[in-house]
């Protein structure tokens, strides 16, 4: 098993361009959400999922879209990159309501510059 | 709204040492998870150990374990011969029973293991 993929891992933006990160599972998990990382400041919810076609927002969701079109796949857009979108973004799942719930399982990270 | 403290920033300890880390939280229910994560150099976000809130008893794990403290709101972590593998950021976390797996993060203390 994959467990949750991101990609990229890294990458460099200029001020006002867009950009998808990609995440993906293969453990059939329900749910789906997508964190960033700041210095001095642990993670922050940015937006979630229970399913496919359901999304909410979570703590700091401005600048962001989600989708959810499959169990898999869990996208996150920047329509129109800023500088302070400069962070790491973590993608996590977890099921729901059965064996492993209540735990996440997380992606690897991709680092997001935007000059 | 939850909130999660880590008042050690950073801290060290001597390899085969036991350290304590620290975690305190802010929260109105009675029933909630509590988790500790650690992120390796590599960035990672890897589980170390959950405490469910309705349990008493401490959760293990190999050389790590808890001191749950619930009328406190205090959840500190031990590790017992520390390992050099052990170096790294660990961060404290809070979920709601009824916050659709949302974690809280506190802001990380970062262990180092000296040889």
């Known amino acids: 098993n994959a467990g949750v993929t991101q990609t990229p891992k890294f990458q460099v933006l200029k001020t006002g361009q867009s950009m998808t990160l990609q995440c993906a599972q293969d453990?059939?998990?329900?749910?789906m959400s997508w964190y960033r990382q700041d210095p001095g400041m642990g993670l922050r919810l940015i937006h979630y999922s229970v399913g496919a076609g359901i999304t909410d927002q979570g703590e700091v969701p401005n600048g962001y879209n989600v989708s959810r079109s499959t169990t898999e796949d869990f996208p996150l857009r920047l329509l129109s990159a800023a500088p302070s979108q400069t962070s790491v973004y973590f993608c996590?799942?977890?099921?729901?309501?059965?064996?492993?719930?209540?735990?996440?399982?997380f992606g690897a990270g991709s680092r997001l510059t935007v000059l | 709204a939850q909130t999660v403290t880590q008042s050690q920033p950073e801290m060290s300890v001597q390899e085969a040492e036991t350290v304590t880390l620290s975690c305190t939280y802010d929260t109105s229910e009675n029933n909630y998870y509590l988790f500790w994560y650690k992120q390796p150099p590599s960035r990672q976000m890897i589980l170390v150990i959950r405490q469910e809130a309705y349990k008493q008893q401490n959760a293990t794990e190999n050389r790590f374990s808890v001191n749950f403290q619930k009328a406190a709101k205090s959840f500190s972590l031990k590790i017992s011969d520390s390992q050099l593998g052990d170096t790294a950021m660990y961060f404290c976390?809070?979920?709601?029973?009824?916050?659709?797996?949302?974690?809280?993060f506190g802001t990380g203390t970062r262990l180092t293991v000296i040889p």
């Open positions: 976390a809070f979920m709601s029973l009824f916050g659709n797996e949302k974690l809280t």
């Open positions: 996590a799942s977890s099921p729901i309501g059965a064996s492993g719930a209540n735990v996440l399982t």
């Open positions: 453990m059939n998990h329900e749910y």
